[in-house]
């Protein structure tokens, strides 16, 4: 109550007009409401934004999971034991969620294709140098 005797109602703070799925008004507060009244997820002149963020979101988050492991950190493939150590890696990577699993079984293939291409490499050359001593 004021000194001329008005009664004095406390205002609540302004909120965004939209409703939420439930049925609920939406909370979001005055500091995030944009100049229709609405938060942004309410805005019904803002669903092409709210798509093109939810798209954009959606590809960020891609790109960070499909990132992979860092190539200096795999190192090269030249020999068996190379192999050997990339595999070990990537089955680590893999079990600690650091690389997806599809990512992993990816490069595991990858790495079992080259090793089979050295080992024929290898059993070439030893044919090649047996021909070489019969003759």
Known sequence: ???????VVASEP???????QDGTPCRTGEELLLPTGYCFGHDPHRALDRSAAGTLGGVKAGAKRRRGLDPDRIGELNTPADAKRITALLTVASATGELPAPQARAALVAVQAWLKAYDMDELEQRLADLERGRR
């Open 14 to 20: 302004k909120r965004c007009l939209g409703v939420n």
């Open 1 to 7: 109550m004021t000194a001329s005797g008005e009664v």
